[in-house]
């Protein structure tokens, strides 16, 4: 493998995303009727599939069992990205169980990651050469808390990495000297810096406190209020636009994809954000958490719509 094929590395979960769709408004503790849907995904899995459809090469490095859901992935995945780095073990490989309302809004998951422990920080040292090769390394926070570290490490490009969810985002604190950019949502962010977060004032506030910890930079995703870089020296905000959400679930991968797709194509912090926001829409306008339409053409012509503001 030459140095251009470990351009990106990216480290962390596939799973199976079982999935189930409200036609109609939630009704807890009962049957509702919906839509069930099965496809691959993973915030790991998803970001890597996202910068493969965009055209970059990337090493994807993740962990799959010998079992129905595991031997399908593999099929799905080598033909997209080179996953021959990954740990192929006999065991049960990771599932993710969701509900959204018929808005598309996530209601309530089950993640069944046990699978990812397989990337252990021994299972690392062996992959540490194409490791320290590569220009960008994307970790997500399923990984546990020694491989984080142990990755960051060997890493001699940026590190970036994925909060995933207040659960898991505490996975990260020991690696941030390390983490070059970091992108939590808004409650992770809140979390990680126990910041309360009111009002752009106090996303400042709790970014900047995580630099202080170590952080680079960080990259925030706040739903319908688009989303903020945050650096010693910028603060930036993107504003995405109203659009019909047929989907949020898949909606930060897609745009940390876009982010980090920006800055292997030589573009700053600021212009980054914009690919990062349209990656992000052109994810929840389809039903699918990695949407097929993820083209670089189509997502330079969107990121031109997008409006960047620097704050105070």
């Known amino acids: 493998m030459d140095k251009e094929r470990r351009e990106i590395i990216v480290i962390g979960a596939t799973n199976t995303d079982i999935s189930g769709k409200c036609l109609y408004p939630l009704v807890m503790e009962d049957s ?5 849907s099965m496809s691959l995904g993973g915030v790991a899995h998803n970001i890597a599939l996202n910068l493969s459809l965009l055209g970059k090469n990337v090493t994807f490095i993740t962990s799959l069992g010998r079992d129905v859901f595991g031997d399908n ?22 599932v993710y169980l969701y ?20 990337i252990s920080p021994s299972f690392l040292e062996t992959k540490k050469e194409i490791i320290e090769d590569s220009s960008f390394l994307i970790l997500d926070a ?5 491989s984080i570290l142990s990755a960051s490490k060997m890493a001699h490009g940026l590190v970036i990495c994925d909060a995933v969810s207040t659960l898991k985002a505490g996975r990260l604190k020991s690696s941030y000297p390390y983490i070059n950019i970091l992108k939590p949502n808004l409650k992770e962010l809140e979390y990680l ?8 004032s106090s996303i400042k506030e709790a970014g900047l406190e995580l630099i202080a910890q170590g952080v680079g930079a960080i990259l925030v995703t706040a739903g ?13 905000h993107a504003y995405g636009r109203k659009l019909e959400v047929k989907n949020t679930n898949g909606a930060g991968d897609s745009f940390l994809s876009g982010f980090v797709f920006a800055l292997s194509e030589g ?14 829409e052109i994810t929840i306008m389809e039903e699918n958490t990695v949407s097929k339409k993820m083209e670089r053409e189509r997502l330079y012509v969107l990121s031109k719509e997008m409006k960047v503001e620097e704050l105070s």
């Open 267 to 280: 573009m700053d912090e600021k212009e980054a954000l914009k690919m990062a926001i349209s990656a992000a």
């Open 224 to 236: 319908d209020k688009g989303a903020y870089y945050i650096s010693k020296k910028s603060f930036f």
């Open 99 to 118: 509900v959204a309302d018929d808005k598309g809004e996530l209601v309530v998951a089950v993640n069944d990651m046990e699978a990812v422990k397989e």
């Open 73 to 94: 992935g593999r099929r799905e995945m080598e033909n997209i990205m080179d996953i021959s780095h990954s740990v192929f073990f006999d065991g049960r490989s990771g």
């Open 142 to 146: 399923n990984l546990e808390e020694e």
């Open 32 to 36: 509702n009727l919906g839509k069930v």
């Open 193 to 200: 810096s126990g910041v309360e977060i009111e009002d752009e």
